[in-house]
C-alpha cells in the first residue's frame, strides 16, 4: 500500500503515531500491512489509501499552513481503480472499466473498529464523514471518534464553562481572539454554569465561526442557560461540514436573505427546542445534508415537510420526538439508512424502490392488527439489500414474519420490551420464515427485570416449534440485561443448540445475581449440562457490563 498526494508526491500532513504524537509522514508499507485482514482476520488483499487532488486538499492548521491530502480507500494493485462512488439518484458508478466485481466491496467495513478509527482521524473531517457514511461504520466509528475528547485529529477544541473553574466565558472569548482567523477543525462547548449571559454566548460562537470551524458541537447543561440562551443557525460559519446541538434552544430569527451552507453534510439535534417551521428553513440552507438526527425534540410535529428540501440525504433518525404526527419519507429516494423510535404512526411510509442497507423500527406501543398487512406493504416492502436490521417485539407480534426477503441480513438487533413464551415464539416465527442465511450476529435487549419478578411464569409454554437450520452462519450472540428467567434461559438453550457455526454467546447481567446459572429452577439436566459445558469451554460467557461487540445500531432510545 502507499500514501501518496496530488502533484509532488508528498504527504506533508502531521501525523499520530501510537503514543498520540504528531510525527512526520506515516511509512506507507507500516500501514500496509495493518490493513492486510479480511472479514476473518486472516492476512488477505492490501488496501491502499490514495489521494485526488481536489480543491479542498489545502487546509490552514493553527501554526500555519498544511498541504493535506484528500484520502479514499481503493484496492491495492491498480492505480487507476478508484472506490465507486455514489451518484444523485444513489447509483454507484466506477471511472476504470474492469472494476465492477470491487463495487461490492467495502474495505473499511470488514476492518476493526480500533483500525478504522485510526484511518478516519488520518483524513480530512469531509473525507472522514464520506468514508464512514458509505461503508455504513458511522454510527459506531465516527461518531465515537468525534465525541471522544482525547480525539487525536489536529485542531480540536473542548471547553466545559463551570463556574469556578478555567476558562470563565471572558477568558473563553480571549482565548479565542487570539487565534481569530486560524484553521478549526472541531469545537465542543458545554455550559454548565448559569453565569453565561446570552450576549456572551453569542459572541462566543461569532469568534469561534471567525475561526472556520468545521465540526461544532453546543451542549447547555444548567437550567438557567437553556432558558436564556438560544443558537442562530444563520450566524455560523459557512465552513461547517458537520453540527451537533443538544439541549438549545434554535431561533427563528435571521433567516431571510441567509447564504446557503455548502459543505453542512451531518446535523445532530438532541433535545433540541425547535418547531417544523425553523427545521424547514435550516435543511433549505443545507443543499448537501447527507446526516439528519432528530431524537428527543419534543416540539417537532410533521417532519416530512423539511423532505422537500433535501435530496441529497442518505442517513435519517427520527427518535423518541413525541410530538410527531406524521412522517413519510417518500420523497427521499436516496436514503438508505432509516432509524425510527417512538410512538406508531399511521400511515407510515418509506420509499419503495429504495432499496435500504440498515433499518431501525421501534414502536413503544404494539401496533393495531388491522393495519399490519399495509403496514408492511408500505414500511418493509423492499429487503433485497438490507444488511443490519432493528426490529422490537411490538413489531414482531403482528407477524413480520410475512416478510421474507432477508438474504443479504448480516446483523439483526431484537429489543424486546417483553420476554414471554408468546415473544419467544414470535423470534421462533421471525427465523423460521425470514430465513437469513448469512446472518452473523445477533443481539437481544431483554426489558429490565425487576427484583420481584417470578423466575417461572404460569404460562411459559412456547407455542411455536424453534425452527431448524436457520442460523447457519451465526457466529457471535449478545443478549443484554439476561436473567435467569426461564423464557431467557429456553432462548439461550436455543440458540447454543442450533447455531452450529456459533464462536461465543455473551450474556450481560447488570444485576450479578442474575449470572447464576446452576440455581435456573425448573431445568431439565440435559440442558443444565448444555449450559455448563458451554461455560467450561468458553462459548457461553456471562457479563456484568457490556463489551465488545457492539450493534451497529448501539442506542436504544425507547424505556426497556
Known amino acids: 500500500m502507499a500514501l501518496d498526494s496530488d502533484g509532488d508526491g508528498s504527504a506533508k500532513r502531521p501525523r499520530a503515531d501510537e503514543e498520540g504524537n504528531q510525527g512526520g509522514a506515516l511509512d506507507g508499507d507500516a500501514i500496509a500491512k495493518r490493513l492486510r485482514v479480511d472479514e476473518e482476520g486472516n492476512q488477505g488483499d492490501t488496501v491502499a489509501l490514495e489521494s485526488y487532488g481536489d480543491d479542498d486538499t489545502t487546509e490552514k492548521g493553527i501554526h500555519g499552513d498544511a498541504t493535506v491530502g484528500v484520502l479514499a480507500l ?20 466506477d471511472s476504470t472499466a474492469g472494476a465492477t466485481t470491487r463495487a461490492t466491496r467495502d474495505p473499511l467495513s470488514d476492518l476493526p473498529d480500533d483500525l478504522r478509527l485510526k484511518i478516519l482521524t488520518l483524513l480530512p473531517l469531509k473525507s472522514a464523514i464520506h468514508s464512514s457514511v458509505l461503508s455504513k461504520v458511522r454510527p459506531r466509528v465516527w461518531e465515537s471518534h468525534s465525541q471522544d475528547r482525547e480525539c487525536p485529529h489536529p485542531f480540536f477544541l473542548h471547553y466545559d464553562l463551570v463556574a469556578g473553574t478555567f476558562p470563565s466565558p471572558e477568558q473563553l472569548l480571549e482565548l479565542l481572539q487570539l487565534r481569530r482567523g486560524n484553521h478549526l477543525h472541531r469545537f465542543s462547548l458545554v455550559v454548565d454554569r448559569s453565569g453565561v449571559s446570552a450576549l456572551c454566548f453569542k459572541r462566543i460562537l461569532e469568534r469561534v465561526a471567525d475561526c472556520a470551524v468545521e465540526d461544532l458541537h453546543i451542549e447547555l447543561r444548567s437550567t438557567s442557560a437553556k432558558m436564556k440562551i438560544a443558537f442562530h443557525f444563520p450566524k455560523s460559519s459557512r465552513t461547517l461540514v458537520r453540527l451537533s446541538l443538544r439541549d438549545i434552544n434554535v431561533s427563528h430569527v435571521h433567516y431571510k436573505n441567509a447564504q446557503v451552507f455548502s459543505n453542512l453534510e451531518v446535523i445532530h439535534l438532541y433535545a433540541v427546542r425547535i418547531n417544523d417551521d425553523v427545521l424547514c428553513k435550516m435543511a ?9 438526527d432528530l431524537c428527543y425534540c419534543d416540539r417537532l410535529s410533521d417532519v416530512s415537510r423539511l423532505f422537500e428540501r433535501t435530496n441529497l440525504m442518505r442517513t435519517l433518525t427520527v427518535a423518541e420526538c413525541a410530538g410527531v404526527r406524521v412522517l413519510d419519507v417518500r420523497p427521499v429516494f436516496g436514503l438508505r439508512s432509516f432509524r425510527y423510535s417512538g410512538s406508531f404512526l399511521w400511515p407510515f411510509y418509506l420509499p419503495r424502490s429504495v432499496a435500504f442497507t440498515d433499518l431501525y423500527i421501534c414502536y413503544n406501543v404494539v401496533m ?23 426490529i422490537c417485539s411490538n413489531a414482531l407480534q403482528t407477524g413480520i414474519a410475512k416478510v421474507g426477503n432477508f438474504q443479504k441480513l448480516k446483523e439483526l438487533q431484537l429489543i424486546m420490551f417483553e420476554m414471554k413464551a408468546v415473544n419467544l415464539a414470535d423470534i421462533y416465527a421471525f427465523l423460521k420464515n425470514c430465513h437469513c442465511p448469512i446472518l452473523k450476529s445477533l443481539f437481544v435487549q431483554l426489558p429490565t427485570v425487576r427484583s420481584d419478578m417470578p423466575l417461572v411464569d404460569a404460562h411459559n409454554d412456547v407455542i411455536e416449534e424453534p425452527p431448524e437450520d436457520v442460523l447457519e452462519n451465526l457466529k457471535v450472540v449478545k443478549v443484554m440485561n439476561f436473567s435467569c428467567h426461564h423464557i431467557a434461559v429456553q432462548l439461550v438453550l436455543f440458540l447454543l443448540r442450533k447455531a452450529k457455526s456459533l464462536h461465543k454467546l455473551l450474556l450481560v447481567a447488570p444485576d450479578t445475581n442474575q449470572l447464576n446459572v ?35 445500531h448501539s442506542e436504544v432510545f425507547a424505556k426497556l
Open 74 to 93: 481503493v484496492p491495492d494493485g491498480d492505480a487507476g481503480a478508484r472506490i465507486p462512488r455514489e451518484d444523485e439518484e444513489g447509483n454507484q458508478a
Open 284 to 292: 433549505a440552507l443545507c443543499p448537501v445534508l447527507r446526516i439528519l
Open 368 to 390: 393495531p392488527p388491522h393495519v399490519s398487512g399495509q403496514w408492511f406493504d408500505n414500511t418493509l416492502s423492499n429487503t433485497s439489500e438490507l444488511t443490519v436490521l432493528t
Open 518 to 552: 446452576s440455581d435456573i429452577p425448573d431445568i431439565q439436566q440435559a440442558d443444565r449440562l448444555l449450559l455448563n459445558g458451554s461455560l467450561a469451554n468458553g462459548k457461553l460467557v456471562l457479563e456484568r457490563c457490556s463489551t465488545a461487540p457492539r450493534p451497529l
